[in-house]
């Protein structure tokens, strides 16, 4: 048996010559695989469990995206890594990776996974506002903080769970994310053991946390270990909603709070999250709509980090929405053309 590489996948094996026995049979020339395999046409690949293309095992349908299998013709990122997914009914799933995958600082993207466990932990229903919190003073302290963004919040004041997630997601308030964990877990040592545990649950094996903000250089993932939560917290309605909205006011904040994910509402875009710092460039979380030829509207998720690392946090997150426009086009077309494997 060949040695598993991924878990639940394998390498290709050489072919198993069993033991003969009587005439001795002059072994044939074994010819290349690529010469062998021969798949006729999307519908062939849509037909095949598992296809081997130069070989690589590649799982339509599976969480880990094969990058032989992939379409060519989306507008991949040049630099970093980035991960695709299409949901929906009848979906082949993953439209592939590019890039080594190997953890990278993930940034603002952290937070994410803190929305993620606030949520199992505290479930808003669908048009609610949850429970109600009390801004810290630690919080409010924080508010001035230059390393990083934060929002001016005023200690003692009530505020909703949703409205503390639109402070923590929209303009990415990093004194928020610190505030959220120790309210749910009573310190943030406790709420980043959580995150931890939550991101095995979901088989992110490449996948640190150390922080619930992500200005920890040490909180490391990949892109396809970021797809799998994107992939599961885009199921929470709230959280949807929330990562929608390109601006929201909330009581006792000044002004307007703005989204970082500038892309929202152009193209399809409807989410998720954007993060930068110099040594992690620019990274984003995005989701959009897609319809297919059919008028079917499906859900395209993708990931992509380590844009122009060690820039500095304003030019790398310019370069990963740059990037991120491109792709989420090229997709949008994709899904949209005749023969998509999509369907």
């Known amino acids: 048996m060949c040695p598993a590489t991924v878990p639940g996948e394998s390498e290709l094996c050489p072919d198993q010559v069993p033991p003969t026995t009587g005439r001795r049979r002059t072994p044939r020339r074994r010819r290349p695989l690529r010469s062998r395999l021969f798949v006729s046409g999307t519908a062939g690949v849509g037909a095949l469990t598992a296809l081997v293309v130069l070989g690589t095992v590649v799982h339509p349908g599976g969480d880990r995206p094969a990058v032989p299998g992939s ?11 980035t991960s695709i997914y299409v ?11 590019r890039g080594a995958q190997k953890p990278v600082p993930l940034a603002s993207v952290t937070k994410v996974m803190t929305a993620y466990v606030i949520l199992r932990d505290h479930p ?29 919040v005023e200690a003692g004041r009530r505020l909703s769970e949703r409205q503390v997630l639109e402070l923590m997601l929209l303009p990415s308030a990093g004194n928020v994310a610190r505030m959220l964990a120790r309210w749910d877990a009573g310190s943030e040592e406790a709420f980043v053991g959580k995150m931890n545990r939550a991101a095995h649950g979901l088989g992110m094996t490449n996948t640190t946390y150390t922080d619930p903000s992500g200005i920890a250089p040490t ?12 992939r599961q917290v885009m199921r929470d309605p709230v959280f949807r909603s929330v990562v929608a909205e390109r ?68 030019q790398g997150l310019d370069a990963a929405l740059t990037a991120g426009r491109s792709l989420i086009a090229s997709a949008r077309r994709w899904v949209a053309a005749p023969g998509s494997a999509t369907r």
């Open 71 to 81: 379409p060519t013709s989306l507008s991949w990122p040049a630099e970093g890594q």
């Open 247 to 314: 601006e929201a006011r909330v009581p006792g904040v000044s002004g307007t709070v703005r989204n970082t994910n500038t892309l929202v509402g152009e193209g399809g875009v409807i989410g998720v999250k954007t993060g930068s710092s110099t040594p992690a460039g620019g990274n984003l979380m995005w989701a959009a709509t897609a319809p297919d030829r059919d008028g079917h509207q499906r859900l395209v998720l993708g990931v992509i980090l380590h844009q122009q690392a060690g820039t500095g946090s304003e």
């Open 124 to 152: 808003i229903p669908p048009g609610g506002s949850g429970v109600l919190l009390t801004v810290d003073a630690r919080a409010a302290q924080e508010s001035s903080l230059g390393a990083e963004s934060t929002v001016a």
């Open 87 to 97: 949901e929906g009914p009848g979906s082949r799933g993953a439209l592939g990776s």
């Open 219 to 230: 909180t490391v993932s990949t892109s396809e270990d970021q797809l799998k939560l994107a």
